[in-house]
């Protein structure tokens, strides 16, 4: 899972992701096959007894919903707390986006118990891989989780090429790297550290979860405390 950063310059690195995402059928892997999240072995701080430092601005880009429209990257990152993460749908590592999505999935039906609090937050999933995961795949993946009228939206986003989403991947720290085969090939497996970032209202980054820490409890109280800090001011 841990990869080198998806370094690849220019057309090299574009090259390489049009032969290792050309797409196959939609390989996606089960969410019922997706593992549980660490076990908590503590108990957290209640939410608003301690502070998240922001961490960095969430930067600027330009994205595709599931239907397909070019909308601004802070659409999806401003104006709610934010849990985002990235990911690719045919993605099989058991450490990796399945439990990225199965994390976000308890943290939705948590959320989903006060349909208040749900309204201000959301979910963004953002495909590292954008041949592929064109947005109909997007919208496939998404099912019912992509309903507009939930209380809680979770927003399945892809991008127009590698060129438009690797300044989000550098500006964000997110490693990526095409794993290559014995022969210096490109292969469809991408080499990625699970980082799921919570971003306040005014789009900046509070924390960032790797996969060791991805603690529904502690998460949903990292929330709590976000919104209690809104309501303060």
């Not at 090299?12 to 089960?30: D, E, I, V």
């Not at 060129?163 to 085969?181: I, M």
Request: charged share 20%.
């Amino acid at each position: 899972m841990n990869g080198s950063p998806w370094r690849t310059p220019g057309a090299l690195l574009l090259a390489a992701c049009a032969l290792s995402f050309a797409p196959f059928g939609h390989g996606a892997a089960s969410p019922e096959l997706a593992p549980k999240a660490p076990l908590q072995d503590f108990i957290p701080p209640p939410p608003g007894s301690y502070a998240l430092p922001p961490i960095q601005r969430v930067p600027e880009g330009l994205v595709l919903d599931i239907d397909g429209r070019r909308q601004a990257f802070s659409r999806f990152t401003t104006g709610q707390i934010t849990l985002l993460s990235f990911m690719y749908t045919y993605c099989v590592d058991p450490v990796g986006c399945p439990l990225a999505f199965e994390t976000m999935t308890t943290l939705r039906r948590r959320l989903l118990d006060n349909p208040e609090r749900a309204r201000r937050v959301r979910l963004v999933s953002l495909s590292f891989d954008p041949t592929n995961d064109d947005p109909a795949a997007m919208k496939g993946y998404a099912g019912a989780l992509a309903d507009p009228a939930s209380p809680l939206r979770w927003h399945f986003l892809t991008t127009r090429s590698v060129a438009e989403l690797k300044p989000l991947l550098d500006d964000l720290g997110q490693d990526v790297s095409v794993e290559l085969d014995e022969r210096g090939r490109p292969t469809r497996v991408l080499n990625h550290t699970l980082k799921l970032f919570l971003i306040d209202a005014r789009g900046r980054v509070r924390e960032i979860y790797t996969s060791a820490f991805l603690l529904p409890e502690v998460m949903l109280n990292d929330i709590e405390t976000l919104l209690l800090e809104t309501a303060d001011r």
